[in-house]
């Protein structure tokens, strides 16, 4: 029966049950010295995955189900194959034959597309590796006020070693500019940073973003399964944000990965291992929702090995006017338009606000200075409008929520004549602030307060810089 095989085929090879060679044809013989062999004898006897490399023989063995039309690329060369498993009587796995098939010329315009296809997913691969590396250095951490320098020296600390991180801070003051800095300084610089928000995932979709889903899980999966974050982030770091809104019953999936580096996809019983450097950040009090039930312990433990509390803006106002000249170079490079500076009386006008927003607050502001005016040196009166006044940016934490009217200079009517979109913008940006001063942060509980989804909530933030 395999003399038949033998002339349908280039080259044949048979395999038993642990994978070792036990005969290849004469026409399979032709391919041992591009596969590093001199002799026949130096080939039989091993396993095929030690010495075909690319082979798939293996795999049919243990899987049982045969591979009828395929390419293989190795030293060798690119050929079509076909793998069969072969049973005994009783219809147990005794092996496998694997075939070369003949007349390869006319399988050639389908080995020159495979190349292509290949070339293109291996460009694919190289690109999107490129889009997740790091964007900033901790150099990018613009400051030098003591506050500043206390979070880069501590920054540099974590980043030599290997434990997971977690970044406390307000909202916009630069923990996933952080994260990226201190995995850009780790030993897996050279691998992947995968970044998930957890605010922004649906909570009933939150699982199978981390951990992946297996084929045909469940009705309308995909049949070859889906990769998590946690698979795509192998050999490198995951930068999960916003914790604090990670639900209780995903908080226990989350610690196993953490303490045994494994996890299972959604809908498989197959253990997958993984190595992840997590580094997480929250603009919520762990620590108080830890005491409520609403966050476990544990997680909150095994996440806090290195904690970094980046502060606000307002702590650290001697870095404003670094931060303004960074910030106003970025702004002119993405818009196009010229830098603008700015004069002392408009540095002292900002260094006066709150800035519940930080330094996201701080950029939206320049930038919609710099859109509103030709103005290349920005005075006070062109943040006219633009900056957050009354009780309603000055709002404590933890203090009634008030929202101010827009304030109008009865000296300029034209003021009382802005356009009703820009007011009612102004308004709501407003709003928000206060309700994000009143919860602390807590960005669920701010979309209850104001009635609206927590999806239009983060719509909101982006818009207002927030």
């Keep these: 029966m395999f003399e038949h095989f ?4 280039t080259g044949m090879m048979l395999l038993d049950r642990e994978h070792r060679i036990v005969w290849i044809s004469e026409g399979y013989k032709h391919f041992l010295p591009a596969l590093g062999f001199t002799h026949e004898s130096e080939f039989v006897g091993r396993r095929v995955e030690d010495v075909v490399p690319g082979t798939l023989l293996a795999e049919v063995i243990e899987s049982d189900r045969p591979i009828l039309v395929d390419l293989l690329t190795n030293r060798a060369g690119t050929f079509v194959v076909s793998r069969l498993p072969l049973h005994d009587a009783q219809g147990q796995v005794i092996g496998a034959i694997g075939l070369v098939l003949a007349d390869q010329t006319k399988l050639q315009p389908v080995v020159q597309k495979f190349a292509h296809l290949q070339q293109q997913l291996d460009d694919a691969r190289r690109q999107l590796s490129e889009q997740r590396r790091p964007k900033y250095t901790i150099s990018s951490f613009i400051g030098v006020s003591p506050a500043a320098q206390e979070v880069k020296r501590q920054a540099r600390k974590v980043a030599a070693l290997d434990s997971s991180v977690l970044l406390l801070g307000e909202t916009g003051t630069g923990k996933e500019l952080l994260a990226h800095a201190i995995h850009a300084a780790s030993p897996r610089a050279a691998k992947s940073l995968v970044g998930l928000n957890i605010a922004a995932i649906p909570d009933t979709l939150l699982e199978a973003e ?40 995903l908080q226990s999936k989350l610690l196993r990965v953490l303490q045994e580096q494994e996890f299972e996809p959604l809908g498989s019983n197959t253990v997958r291992r993984v190595d992840v450097r997590v580094i997480a950040a929250t603009s919520r009090d762990l620590p108080a929702m830890v005491a409520r039930n609403e966050f476990r312990a544990d997680l909150y433990y095994r996440l806090a090995v290195l904690p970094i509390r980046v502060p606000p803006l307002r702590e650290r106002r001697e870095d404003l006017e670094a931060l303004a000249e960074a ?22 006008l900002l260094a006066q606000q709150a800035w519940p927003g930080n330094i996201r607050e701080l950029r939206n502001v320049l930038e919609q200075a710099s859109l509103m005016s030709d103005a290349l040196r920005l005075e006070a009166r062109h943040f006219a409008g633009l900056l957050p006044g009354g009780t309603a940016a000055a709002a404590a934490p933890g203090a009634p929520a ?6 109008v200079d009865a000296t300029d009517p034209a003021a009382a004549l802005r356009p009703l979109p820009e007011q009612i913008a102004e308004l709501e940006r407003r709003a928000i602030a206060a309700a994000l001063a009143h919860t602390q942060g807590n ?23 927030l």
């Design 327 to 348: 910030l106003g170079e970025d702004i002119a490079r993405r818009s196009g338009m010229p830098q603008r500076t700015l004069e002392p009386d408009a540095l002292a």
């Design 402 to 407: 008030r929202i101010s009217a827009p304030a």
């Design 6 to 9: 033998a002339v349908a085929a």
């Design 210 to 249: 981390l951990f992946g889903v297996a084929g045909g899980a469940f009705t309308g999966a995909d049949r070859k399964g889906r990769e998590g974050k946690f698979a795509i982030a192998d050999g490198g770091t995951l930068f999960l944000d916003e914790i604090g809104d990670m639900p209780l019953a």
């Design 443 to 465: 960005k669920v509980a701010t979309a209850k307060l104001l009635r609206i989804s927590r999806a239009a909530l983060y719509e909101k933030l982006a818009l207002y810089g």
